[in-house]
């Protein structure tokens, strides 16, 4: 048994010691928007900023004031489509347009067959949209104002496609902001974000607080109509890119974009609840590996240094100060304590009950509830990209 501990600790030093490379190394190709400069007048083309909106009152109107006050040569047409909200979402965006000239509201009343909801209002308002640029984000990111003439500048000069951001993730608490620093790694080495713009490459990224997407290549790649039932559309979105040949590129969002991701941990769990499974495409499979993974690479080493001795104990001590030290380096760009790392153990456990609570709910419900909608499992696992 101790032999196999032994092993354990030092396989586990030994991969720690890759990804920390993998990721310093990829983190290192990545560009901040906040770096890239301002446009000149007349580079770039015309622009839409298309919005999906349900049940956003706590967020809508100084998110939207924000997109509002974007600047852009001409001014950026503005749509938010209000689907089947049951608040004051649809009076907010109603009185909003009535003083914003850009800003067009469209009222969703009912929902087509076949369609996730938000997928169909993205769609819905990018066939209303005239901009050769479509900007896809949601009802609650605020922009710095220049943030999407930086991004619009990348994409023209680098001659891509499709430009996505990861922007300042906010929530409150020790343990959420933890999350959301453990998630940041996770998703990093789940899509390879420095990888995005090789086109050799099978990694893809998209994020929904951010997609800059040129209307031509949107159209030519299928719409929202090819990820009608994806409830990871921001993924897909940017897997249909890859896989129809247009290119695509990651800047880091950071004092250019935020998002209040979930305001409490009842939030984050419901919330996360429609694509914790479709993130690995409704395979069981892959919910396992990614268990036993987790609980063996990130929290058992911590468990160790108390369960272990000797040689196999030091191990297991290299492999949480490598673990920590990766922690630092990520939480430094999301602004979160470096100490935060002691509750490392307990938001990668947060994380797979995640994993699991969606797992399960979708598997036992027969599909998922997604903003008072159900939607079938098999229609959703038909969706394949």
Request: no cysteine.
């Amino acid at each position: 048994m101790h032999d196999a501990l032994f092993y354990l600790a030092a396989a586990t030093v030994v991969f720690l010691l890759a990804m920390t490379a993998e990721l310093v190394l990829g983190g290192r190709k990545l560009r901040r928007m906040a770096d890239v400069a301002l446009p000149a007048p007349g580079e770039l083309p015309t622009l839409s900023v298309v919005i999906a909106a349900r049940n956003e009152e706590r967020n809508l109107e100084e998110a939207l004031r924000s997109v509002l006050a974007l600047r852009w040569e001409g001014g950026a047409e503005v749509i938010v489509v209000d689907d089947r909200s049951t608040d004051a979402t649809g009076a907010i965006l109603d009185r909003m347009a009535a003083t914003a000239r850009r800003l067009r509201v469209v009222h969703v009343a009912e929902l087509p067959a076949g369609w996730l909801g938000k997928n169909h209002a993205l769609w819905h308002g990018a066939q209303e949209a005239r901009g050769e640029l479509l900007l896809f984000t949601d009802a609650d990111v605020v922009m710095e104002p220049t943030a999407v003439q930086r991004a619009a500048a990348h994409l023209v000069r680098g001659g891509f496609d499709h430009v996505t951001a990861g922007p300042d993730v906010l929530m409150p608490g020790m343990l959420l902001r933890t999350f959301g620093v453990v998630f940041a790694v996770f998703f990093s080495l789940f899509s390879r974000p420095w990888k995005a713009a090789d086109p050799r490459s099978r990694f893809h990224i998209g994020i929904g607080a951010f997609n800059l997407v040129r209307a031509r290549a949107y159209r030519e790649m299928g719409t929202h109509r090819a990820i009608a039932m994806r409830p990871d559309d921001d993924m897909k979105l940017g897997k249909l890119v890859k896989k129809h040949g247009f290119r695509q590129d990651f800047l880091i969002g950071a004092g250019m974009v935020s998002v209040e991701w979930y305001a409490s941990l009842r939030e984050l769990v419901n919330g996360l609840k429609k694509n914790g499974f479709a993130g690995v495409d409704y395979r069981l499979s892959m919910v396992w590996l990614a268990t036993v993974a987790h609980t063996l690479l990130f929290v058992w080493p911590f468990v160790a240094l108390f369960a272990t001795h000797g040689w196999t104990r030091g191990l297991n001590a290299a492999a949480v100060a490598i673990i920590l030290v990766v922690f630092a380096g990520a939480a430094r760009e999301t602004r979160v304590p470096p100490w935060y790392g002691v509750i490392f153990p307990a938001a990668v456990l947060l994380f797979l009950y995640v994993v699991w609570n969606s797992t399960l709910a979708t598997l036992l419900g027969g599909g998922i509830e997604w903003r008072g909608t159900h939607y079938p499992l098999a229609e959703l696992k038909a969706n394949r990209i």
